[in-house]
């Protein structure tokens, strides 16, 4: 806990965007930061080790366990949704997977009148925050906080290579740098993991920021709800341990909680929709229509196959093998721990008249559902297919 009452900035989330936030406004030491998190720390081996990615996301742990709501156009099924609640947020429980997007849709972005938000303009910030492993070039960092690779390059597993080989032969191009030049292209993929471990906003931010004095960091709290004044967020009401707490904000709150945290925290707030916030019973500070609302994101499909050489990694899914692979990334961060698995991928256009890519796959030479569960009897491989645009 801690006994000031105000700070200069209040973060809310110390997830993927919240430890950049810390890092950033910190650096000075010219500004007194408070970082307030409901999950805890995030140096558990099934977070740390890129191979057991299945596991945060499905604990809950680690992860909120959010539901969409029943999906019309999937026959009323809803969809698994988890959320980081751990240091680092969802990049401390997601598929590590480093991909920026086309720059064709950032400089649609600009068009369509998100000033400042073209291709070139962002470029310098991803490369600002990135250390490739292949080194500093046009497009890629090369002394970033955040480690990206492509695992293994390949090598554990030659179905990564085939997969290649089949676009290729297919007609598609093949693309050695999908984050690059060209996107568009069967190649390899790039990982968010830096020295064999995995290279959350966490371990590349907030790490160096905590050694700052002049940053405060309070795990395990729920922040109910931000403290509104004439419309402006003056500072954040939470509870921890059954206590509750007032804190106030010298220049700005900032909530950085997530796709459905963030706008959960601002209705709780008193704004958003005012029918919605009179139905639940808050009271109405600002009446913005669309908070809460128009949520869209990516849907995958899976296409497994079973594999007629028993070449996949479903011969490594038993315990011993397991353990033999856990045991080799504690000594050495390296082997099949060190990876996500997902080292090929492709970027194509569904049709013809489309401009640039609207499709992503990523291989993977085992067939298993992404929770690890009902791994296919003998050997598989699968293919995630998933829309870049929802």
Same mark, same amino acid.
């Given at each position: 806990?801690?006994?000031?009452?105000?700070?200069?900035?209040?973060?809310?989330? #110390? $997830?993927?965007? $919240?430890?950049?936030?810390?890092?950033?406004?910190?650096?000075? $030491?010219?500004?007194?930061?408070?970082?307030?998190?409901?999950?805890?720390?995030?140096?558990? !081996?099934?977070?740390?080790?890129?191979?057991?990615?299945?596991?945060?996301?499905?604990?809950?742990?680690?992860?909120?366990?959010?539901?969409?709501?029943?999906?019309?156009?999937?026959?009323?099924?809803?969809?698994?949704?988890?959320? /980081?609640?751990?240091?680092?947020?969802?990049?401390? !429980?997601? /598929?590590?997977?480093?991909?920026?997007?086309?720059?064709?849709?950032?400089?649609?972005?600009?068009?369509?009148?998100?000033?400042?938000?073209?291709?070139?303009?962002?470029?310098?910030? %991803?490369?600002? #925050?990135?250390?490739?492993? $292949?080194?500093?070039?046009?497009?890629?960092?090369?002394?970033?906080?955040?480690?990206?690779?492509?695992?293994?390059?390949?090598?554990? *597993?030659?179905?990564?290579?085939?997969? !290649?080989?089949?676009?290729?032969?297919?007609?598609?191009?093949?693309?050695?740098?999908?984050?690059? %030049?060209?996107?568009?292209?069967?190649?390899?993929?790039?990982?968010?993991?830096? /020295?064999?471990?995995?290279?959350?906003?966490?371990? #590349?931010?907030?790490?160096?920021?905590?050694?700052?004095?002049?940053?405060?960091?309070?795990?395990?709290?729920?922040?109910?709800?931000?403290?509104?004044?004439?419309?402006? #967020?003056?500072?954040?009401?939470?509870?921890?341990?059954?206590?509750?707490?007032?804190?106030?904000?010298?220049?700005?709150?900032?909530?950085?909680?997530?796709?459905?945290?963030?706008?959960?925290?601002?209705?709780?707030? /008193?704004?958003?929709?005012?029918?919605?916030?009179?139905?639940?019973?808050?009271?109405?500070?600002?009446? +913005?229509?669309?908070?809460?609302?128009?949520?869209?994101?990516?849907?995958?499909?899976?296409?497994?196959?079973?594999?007629?050489?028993?070449?996949?990694?479903?011969?490594?899914?038993?315990?011993?093998?397991?353990? +033999?692979?856990?045991?080799?990334? !504690?000594?050495?961060?390296?082997?099949?721990?060190?990876? *996500?698995?997902?080292?090929?991928?492709?970027?194509?256009?569904?049709?013809?008249?489309?401009?640039?890519?609207?499709?992503?796959?990523? %291989?993977?030479?085992?067939?298993?559902?992404?929770?690890?569960?009902?791994?296919?009897?003998?050997?598989?491989?699968?293919?995630?297919?998933?829309?870049?645009?929802?």
């Amino acid at each position: 806990m801690t006994n000031q009452t105000e700070f200069d900035y209040i973060i809310v989330g #110390a $997830g993927s965007a $919240g430890c950049v936030l810390a890092d950033r406004l910190t650096g000075s $030491g010219e500004h007194q930061v408070l970082l307030l998190e409901a999950g805890g720390t995030d140096r558990s !081996i099934f977070i740390q080790m890129p191979t057991a990615l299945s596991y945060p996301m499905n604990t809950e742990k680690y992860a909120w366990q959010f539901e969409s709501q029943a999906e019309s156009g999937l026959d009323g099924r809803k969809l698994h949704c988890p959320r /980081g609640k751990v240091l680092g947020g969802s990049s401390s !429980i997601n /598929g590590m997977v480093y991909v920026r997007g086309h720059a064709c849709d950032f400089d649609e972005w600009e068009a369509n009148g998100a000033t400042g938000w073209n291709y070139q303009s962002c470029l310098p910030y %991803f490369k600002r #925050a990135e250390t490739w492993i $292949g080194g500093e070039d046009a497009y890629r960092g090369g002394d970033g906080p955040v480690g990206t690779c492509n695992g293994n390059d390949m090598a554990l *597993n030659p179905l990564y290579h085939a997969f !290649i080989d089949a676009g290729e032969q297919t007609g598609y191009p093949v693309t050695e740098n999908y984050n690059g %030049f060209q996107q568009e292209g069967f190649g390899p993929m790039h990982m968010t993991v830096d /020295g064999g471990v995995r290279a959350s906003t966490s371990n #590349a931010y907030l790490r160096r920021a905590l050694k700052r004095p002049n940053l405060t960091l309070i795990k395990g709290v729920t922040v109910n709800k931000l403290l509104i004044e004439n419309k402006v #967020a003056v500072g954040v009401s939470y509870t921890k341990g059954g206590s509750a707490y007032e804190l106030k904000a010298r220049q700005e709150v900032i909530s950085s909680a997530g796709s459905i945290g963030s706008p959960q925290l601002l209705q709780l707030s /008193g704004v958003g929709p005012k029918a919605v916030l009179e139905h639940a019973g808050v009271e109405v500070k600002y009446d +913005l229509p669309g908070v809460g609302e128009n949520l869209q994101d990516h849907l995958e499909v899976y296409f497994q196959y079973f594999c007629k050489q028993p070449i996949t990694l479903n011969g490594k899914l038993g315990l011993i093998s397991k353990g +033999l692979i856990g045991t080799r990334w !504690i000594l050495f961060k390296d082997g099949l721990g060190a990876t *996500n698995h997902f080292e090929s991928c492709a970027f194509i256009r569904s049709r013809a008249g489309v401009k640039w890519p609207n499709i992503q796959y990523h %291989f993977l030479p085992a067939a298993i559902r992404y929770d690890g569960k009902s791994a296919v009897e003998g050997h598989g491989f699968q293919v995630h297919v998933g829309p870049n645009k929802p």
